[in-house]
């Protein structure tokens, strides 16, 4: 079944099954590795994405469930490390193993584009993804100055 989509700006039309999980069209029929595996039930949040601006993981989103809509990968977020979010990143040091990076920037990023001044308790209800190296004080230092706060 074809279907299509836009991925980082680009319409691509893809023949795969409906049930594939978005994260392997991804990886697979894409290339894009960007997006990581962590769980895949949802829980971690290694592979978030955008879907049509709000952070989804795309290892419980079915591909079929998707046509006509407009992702953005870590990939896509900017092409040189320009987003506030990945500026921050860098400046705070913030990777340790850098596994669930990826993710986590992408889930920030969502955030900020529709709270640009989070609080401490927006952050904690909001970003659930898990960081196995706990570079959880870095992860809000960096949000904190990605918002200018």
């Known amino acids: 079944m074809a279907i299509t989509l836009k991925v980082n700006g680009e319409t ?14 991804l990886r697979d029929t894409l290339g894009m590795t960007g997006t990581k595996f962590g769980c895949g039930i949802g ?7 955008h879907v049509d601006g709000v952070a989804e993981q795309a290892c419980s989103i079915p ?3 998707l046509a006509g809509k407009r992702i953005v990968t870590i990939e896509g977020l900017s092409k040189n490390r ?3 979010v990945q500026r921050a990143w860098i400046a705070e ?4 193993c850098g596994y669930c990076q990826p993710g986590m920037i992408m889930a920030i990023a969502a955030l900020l ?21 706990g570079t959880y004080s870095r992860i809000r230092k960096a949000i904190k100055r990605a918002a200018g706060t």
């Open 63 to 65: 591909i079929g469930a």
């Open 113 to 133: 584009k529709t709270n640009p001044k989070p609080t401490d308790e927006d952050i904690n209800t909001n970003i659930t993804n898990i960081c196995r190296c």
């Open 43 to 49: 829980a971690c949040g290694a592979c978030t994405v």
């Open 12 to 25: 691509k039309k893809l023949d795969v099954d409906p049930e594939t999980p978005l994260l392997w069209v």
């Open 93 to 96: 040091d913030v990777p340790q």
């Open 82 to 84: 320009s987003h506030p």
